[in-house]
């Protein structure tokens, strides 16, 4: 039996991005470290409400959001959770979550960060799904 002493890859995530964390966004992914890599793009169910600076999404319903799909490292991910306010009791601004997203006509899994239901309440809604389009 051989053995391989190559190194193992670190665990990687799929992350759905649809506002400031996009590319040209103000939390540009790009700028994070260890570097992220663009799987692509794609749009999961949701509506997209404006809360000021950033985006927030709603899972489920009949609209549409659109976004990229990076892979990142769990590093990059603890870094996001703390920029989206990730709580353990699901009580801070965002929540993660797991979507499919359509890319290129294969549908892959993806964390999402989900804003909290109380946070888009009286919000404005992006008909669009898109945050760059306005």
Known sequence: MMH??????????????????RA???NDIRRYRP??????SGWI???LYHLGGYPGVLLGGPGRVYGEVWQIDQEVEEQLDRLEDVRPDDDGEYRRRTVSVDVGGQELQCTVYEIHPSRAQGRAIIASGDWMAG
């Open 35 to 40: 570097s992220a890599r663009l799987v692509g």
């Open 4 to 21: 391989d002493d190559s190194p193992r890859p670190v665990a990687a995530t799929l992350v759905f991005v649809y506002g400031t964390l």
């Open 45 to 47: 169910a949701g509506t």
């Open 24 to 26: 040209g966004g103000s």
